[in-house]
């Protein structure tokens, strides 16, 4: 005997369960039915192309709303309004932009919140707005294709200007260049024991001239010595002929004819040994000042006017 079903309690069950399953799936979906959003317009001035409605909205790359709706704006057709619903308490500031982006190598597009600064104020519609809107800026592909007839038209003078550069009568110059430049470059290699000798000789010149810039601040001190025994000498010459003529005043005749043919003479002495005195300072300074005299000796003197 077949047992009796109650059709009705499995109704009833298979509506209830089917509920349950319909509410949990949309629960799950949307994450929880009790969020809440908040609504602003994004106007884009360039094409929406991979963008779709239910597009998600991510501020520095976290999703925290979508895209509910995408349309030309009204009396702009030359721009696209989107109106975007974003988790409330998301800090959409004043300085916040808005950006379209790629999402990875599928091509789908999604909207990218940046900027907003802590500073800055939160971003709320101003009057005559329903909502508020989030600025824009162009998207990379957008500046991408702006710049790209300016980058083509340098790429095409730069093609022409190197054209007109590698011509025939400069290629033909670069290649004669080059085969000026090998021919130089074996000559200076066949003469490298010439040139190697000449440093050396150079070096050796330089060691020379060391040794005898060394030497010279004592042949100066000699020179300088020289001088001052000999100023010394003259001096004392010089006192002793003053007592020898202030002697002779006070002698008799027989000295004083002394004096007229003797001290002549020793005056004589006494002023050429004074005029060497001054020849070994004036060297001396010569020799301080510019020391190349000792090797090379003192160039002639230029010519004068006329000469």
């Known amino acids: 005997m077949e047992p009796k079903v109650n059709y009705a309690l499995v109704g009833l069950f298979v509506v209830l369960f089917g509920g349950a399953l319909i509410g949990g799936s949309l629960w799950l979906a949307t994450g929880s039915l009790r969020q809440s959003y908040d609504t602003y317009y994004i106007y884009v001035h360039e094409s929406v192309a991979g963008l779709n409605p239910d597009a998600s909205v991510k501020y520095r790359g976290v999703a925290v709303g979508r895209v509910s709706r995408i349309e030309l704006a009204p009396g702009n057709p030359q721009e696209v309004r989107l109106t975007v619903e974003i988790l409330h308490g998301t800090p959409v500031k004043d300085d916040t932009v808005a950006t379209l982006r790629q999402q990875g190598l599928t091509g789908i597009a999604y ?177 301080r000042a510019n020391p190349s005299l000792l090797l090379f000796g003192r160039r002639p003197a230029k010519p004068g006017p006329g000469e």
């Open 111 to 287: 909207v990218e919140l940046s900027g907003g600064t802590a500073q800055a104020p939160l971003l709320k519609a101003r009057p005559g707005q329903p909502y508020p809107v989030i600025p824009s800026e162009p998207s990379f592909l957008a500046r991408l294709d702006a710049n790209v007839p300016e980058l083509m038209a340098n790429v095409t003078r730069l093609s022409r200007d190197l054209a007109e550069l590698l011509n025939g009568r400069n290629r033909a110059a670069v290649a004669a260049t080059l085969r000026h430049l090998e021919t130089v470059t074996g000559d200076l290699a066949r003469q490298t024991d010439t040139v190697n000798r000449a440093l050396a000789g150079a070096s050796a010149t330089l060691r020379n001239t060391a040794r005898a810039t060394a030497g010279l601040d004592r042949t100066l001190a000699r020179i300088g010595a020289s001088a001052a025994a000999l100023q010394r000498m003259a001096e004392r010459i010089a006192r002793t002929t003053d007592d020898l003529d202030r002697t002779l005043h006070a002698t008799g005749p027989g000295v004083t004819r002394f004096a007229a043919t003797t001290l002549p003479q020793v005056q004589g002495l006494v002023i050429d040994l004074r005029r060497l005195v001054d020849g070994l300072d004036r060297t001396s300074r010569e020799l």
